[in-house]
């Protein structure tokens, strides 16, 4: 008899998370890296939240010359998939509770779509919704920090 294939979990990390591990190489983030490369998760992203990617990458504040950031945006498409819109689940009949911030609504409603179980974040009006959404059996919100792989 042969075991059921075991899905790969999969996880949505916001921008600021992505900056910490495809930019800063953040130390935090070290176990998430250690999970992609070895395939126990894959991370997730949709055209709007790509493109919020590629526009945070272009920020003064961040000093990143041409070649860091088209080395940025290469290492984000490496490591995670971008879905496409027809493989995007709608849920009309779910009310997603309301980020304060409006710019980090999109990454609530990612996860959500692409059947992802957990929203890796750092911004705390992303992390204050995080009781309602695992109430609902939706996905977890965490920041990187507190995230486990899963078991292998």
């Known amino acids: 008899m042969r075991a059921m294939p075991v899905p790969v979990p999969r996880l949505v990390l916001d921008t600021n998370v992505a900056l910490d591990l495809f930019v800063f190489r953040d130390p935090a983030c070290a176990r998430l890296m250690d999970a992609l490369v070895r395939g126990a998760v894959v991370a997730v992203v949709d055209e709007p939240c790509r493109a919020e990617w590629l526009t945070v990458l272009t920020y003064p504040a961040f000093g990143l010359d041409q070649a860091a950031q088209e080395g940025a945006a290469a290492e984000f498409d490496r490591w995670v998939t971008l879905l496409p819109t027809e493989a995007l689940a709608l849920h009309p009949d779910i009310r997603l ?14 996860a959500l779509a692409a059947g992802a ?11 204050q919704l995080a009781r309602r959404t695992a109430r609902e059996g939706w996905f977890r919100i965490l920041c990187p920090s507190a995230w486990e792989p899963p078991l292998s």
Request: proline share 8%; glycine share 0%.
């Open 97 to 110: 509770p309301r980020c304060a911030d409006p710019d980090d609504q999109k990454f609530l409603e990612l």
């Open 117 to 127: 179980q957990e929203l890796l974040s750092k911004d705390k009006a992303v992390l």
